[in-house]
């Protein structure tokens, strides 16, 4: 019988990768997002049903959860990928924007998690993976909130494993660094109108520098890649829990260790113009 994965965030990007990928392993995959009839990936290939999913809405990630184990019986991995980036200064961030972005990047892992343990505490079996950033790790400049949020996805997770394991639930993080995807384009909002005000130097200085690390982001990963990682995480049958990916992230955690927490972070605010 066919595993099943249940896979959030699957319009575009990371997730209609990871998709593709499972469901070319002959996996039976659960497919969710806000919009069902704008998925990039076939649905009709027998193993692959999309689901009507908000991970900010409690009650739509029960039902998605409750239609996929009406349809597939079971799921044996859970992929929490769903989220977006947020740039821009803290100050600026209205009390809406700021819950936002934690309903959706940590409150959604949070909600479909929650929905699809029972079923995997009663099988004694399971994997969930959730998908963060190395800015979960390494905080970036005006990602404030953002690397919030991961870091809460982190630490969450591996606390997380702690608990699950003597059930025989895996938990697994990802970390990954640049994935060419439109992370900052579509998926990218923020937190300041105009140019920012009081913050428009530091916003154009890390702007310019972002974009720099972009053109020259030859070994960014792409979203085929990860989803080849995260295949493997889900299938390795290992108690690894954190996995970073993608050389520009093993390059950065490489510097923190030889460099130490304080020089890397000063490193990192003269590369971006930031200094005192």
């Known amino acids: ?52 999913l908000d991970v900010t809405d409690p009650d739509s990630v029960d039902a998605a959860v409750r239609q996929a184990l009406a349809r ?20 600026t961030a209205t009390p809406e924007v700021v819950d936002r972005q934690m309903r959706t990047n940590v409150g959604g892992v949070f909600a479909v998690t929650r929905a699809v343990l029972p079923g995997m505490r009663e099988r004694g079996r399971g994997v969930i993976i959730n998908v963060a950033s190395l800015t979960g790790l390494v905080a970036m400049p005006l990602y404030s909130l953002y690397a919030a949020s991961k870091f809460a996805v982190v630490g969450f997770s591996q606390s997380l494993s702690h608990e699950l394991a003597p059930l025989g639930i895996r938990v697994k993080v990802f970390t990954p660094g640049a994935v060419a995807t439109d992370f900052s384009g579509r998926s990218l909002a923020r937190t300041f109108e105009g140019d920012g005000g009081p913050y428009a130097d530091s916003i ?73």
Not at 215 to 242: F, R
Request: overall charge neutral; some cysteine; charged content about 15%.
């Open 204 to 276: 154009r200085k890390a702007q310019a520098a972002f974009g720099a690390n972009r053109g020259a982001a030859g070994n960014a990963m792409t979203p085929e890649q990860l989803a080849q990682a995260l295949y493997g995480a889900a299938t390795d049958g290992s108690a690894q829990v954190l996995y970073v990916t993608g050389e520009d992230a093993q390059a950065v955690l490489k510097a923190r260790h030889e460099l130490g927490e304080e020089a890397l972070l000063a490193g990192m605010r003269q590369r971006f113009g930031l200094g005192v």
């Open 1 to 52: 019988m066919a595993s099943t994965v249940f896979i959030t965030g699957c319009s575009s990007g990371i997730g209609a990768a990871a998709v593709r990928h499972f469901a070319a392993q002959g996996w039976n995959v659960a497919a969710t997002l806000r919009q069902p009839g704008t998925a990039r990936f076939e649905q009709g290939a027998g193993c692959v049903q999309a689901f009507a």
């Open 72 to 91: 597939f019986g079971a799921i044996d991995v859970a992929i929490n990928n769903a989220g977006y980036g947020l740039f821009g200064p803290f100050e």
